[in-house]
């Protein structure tokens, strides 16, 4: 029996502002018995999602729905070279917090690199190294360091636009959802989760047919995800191979669903 209701897989963008209309931001829907979809955003005079609304949708649909399976497309956390060289504690929660204040980019017309150039908030009081990576982007060999801006396929600028929008669903939700593998690597039963997600992991398993790079991505996610919960497959990759010491590890910087 699947143990979620429903399946949302998202593809990020960091582009422009929280309340941009960017054709880059892609939702797509699946439950048991319906294949992957896409979500529209509510009828506006914008065309695409913003990450505002978004968020704010899944904040409604995450506190009043059933149990759903989230996938984002994006870096949840930092590597742990980032918390030792800030001397902030290996604490996801407190992470959030303190980044949110230095990166604000949650707020009205604020571009990331605003802040990367110093316009808005405090950046230059948390920036990383291009070279620093997380365990769970060794493990992939091909994902990129969450501070590699400005190459092809880097997520440094989704992750610096998305982390304070977690920290809004976090606290708009409490308990409701489960942040994994950050509040542990096993859901409680009958709760929605949220995950970090890589769809290159996944996205030349399913023919594109129409869809572009987004919308495929966003329906890889959907659809992997949708799978493996039928296939029975989900609990094992809620508990990746990991000796105890990266366990630790991984729960401080997150790691990335469907990698064992």
């Known amino acids: 029996m699947p143990q979620f209701a429903r399946y949302f897989g998202l593809d990020y963008s960091g582009a422009q502002t929280p309340t941009s209309s960017l ?30 609304g978004l968020a704010e949708w899944l904040c409604n649909e995450l506190r009043a729905g059933p149990p759903t399976l989230v996938g984002i497309d994006h870096a949840f956390s930092f590597p ?4 030792e060289t800030h001397l902030i504690p290996p604490d996801w929660p407190a ?31 948390r920036m990383g ?18 501070f590699h801006f400005d190459v092809q396929g880097s997520v440094a600028k989704s992750t610096h636009a998305g982390i304070p929008w977690l920290r809004y669903l976090r ?51 959907a659809r992997w995800m949708l799978e493996a919960d039928a296939a029975g497959w989900l609990d094992g990759f809620f508990t990746p191979t990991l000796t105890p010491t990266e366990q630790v590890l991984a729960q401080v910087e997150g790691w990335i669903l469907g990698l064992a």
Not at 188 to 214: C, K, Q
């Open 171 to 221: 606290r708009e939700l409490g308990p409701r959802v489960h942040f994994w593998p950050f509040d542990g690597w096993t859901p409680p039963t009958g709760a929605s989760m949220i995950a970090e997600v890589y769809p290159a992991l996944w996205s030349r398993s399913f023919p594109v047919d129409d869809r572009n790079a987004h919308q495929h991505d966003a329906y890889s996610v």
């Open 23 to 52: 054709p880059g931001l892609r939702l797509y829907a699946a439950t048991p018995t319906q294949a992957p979809v896409e979500i529209q955003p509510p009828p506006s005079p914008r065309k695409y999602w913003t990450r505002c």
């Open 80 to 83: 742990l070279r980032y918390f």
């Open 95 to 125: 992470f959030l917090d303190d980044f949110q204040h230095h990166w604000p980019t949650d707020d009205d017309h604020v571009y990331v690199d605003f802040i990367r150039d110093s316009l808005h908030g405090n950046g230059a009081a």
């Open 129 to 146: 190294n291009s070279r620093w990576r997380r365990l769970t982007e060794l493990r992939t060999r091909t994902a990129k360091s969450v």
